[in-house]
């Protein structure tokens, strides 16, 4: 019983001992391949470059058909990031150009190719934080700037509204502008009839609105202005209920329609602050003759 008790200390010491161990290793391996990352290190690093510029007639942006090329030297952790980025294909730089810098291709109006000598200080800045750059590999870069052209489109309202109790909305959402002009390639334009705000978010409304939003981005689509100012007149209502006859319309010469009930008890809601008083006269509720012919059921 004695040597039994003794085994299992034993052995349980020496389990204990080989987790620490192996814990020890892991957090030391850790603590090395931080380390190893920390430090710098001369490679070669890819990027995409991406350049917005008003060409007259063509779309605004485009990315460079070919890769930018540069040395440098860089963190172990920032290589990492960049080769994998490079697999995606989103390791991207982004510049504005001067469209005098760009040379147009003679073979293609839609090609135009660009020295990387124009850009280097502009590259040089985007990168300072990133890469310790001492050269660019690539001299020239190859873009195409798709003909383009412009087109007016309403802007539509995307909202999630609810109001306080008793209030409710007197007009629709009014927005200023309510069309913009927008700009790209004819295939993209030819699908886009409308465009959408991003959603306006409002609870518990008892007042009027109003603010600005933004319209919602569609890819290769530059708009003529995102920024759209909206309002919407809220208020307190009242509900009132008024019996209003129903009438027939299109009815032939000699027939009689009989409408039965020949009248409806109509409700509505109006303005508290207003207080109309309103008549049968001022609603008008009728049938179409025509539908009641089609309808089977005499019911309509």
Known sequence: ????????????????????????????????????????????FHFKVKITTELPGHVFN?????????SGASSGFDLL??????????????LNVDKANLIKSVEDSEEYYLLTSYISGDIKEVLRTRVNLSGIETDTLFF??????NKKVPIKAKHSITYKEQYMQFEALHLRPDSIEIHGEQSLLNGVDTVVTETIFRSNVSKDIQGTTQIKQIDGIQFSNREVYYSQRVG?????????????KNAPQGKKVVVIPPELELKYRQDYSLKTRYSSLDFLLYIDYN??????????
């Not at 020496?14 to 161990?21: E, F, M, Y």
């Not at 603590?31 to 290190?41: A, H, M, Q, R, T």
């Not at 195409?144 to 052209?149: D, L």
């Not at 307190?236 to 027939?248: G, K, M, Q």
Request: glycine share 4%.
């Open 1 to 44: 019983m004695f040597l039994n008790d003794l085994n299992k200390k034993f052995y349980r010491r020496i389990g204990g001992d080989w987790l620490i161990l192996i814990v020890s290793l892991v957090l030391a391996f850790i603590v090395w391949g931080i380390l190893k990352l920390s430090l710098n290190y001369n490679s070669f």
């Open 62 to 70: 485009s990315t460079s058909d070919n890769v930018l090329i540069i």
């Open 81 to 94: 990031r960049q080769r994998y980025l490079t697999r995606n294909n989103s390791n991207i730089i982004e």
């Open 144 to 149: 195409t700037f798709p003909v383009a052209i």
């Open 236 to 248: 307190r209502y009242f509900e009132n209920s008024i019996n209003v006859p129903v009438s027939v």
């Open 291 to 300: 539908e009641l012919v089609l309808n089977k059921s005499r019911k309509i």
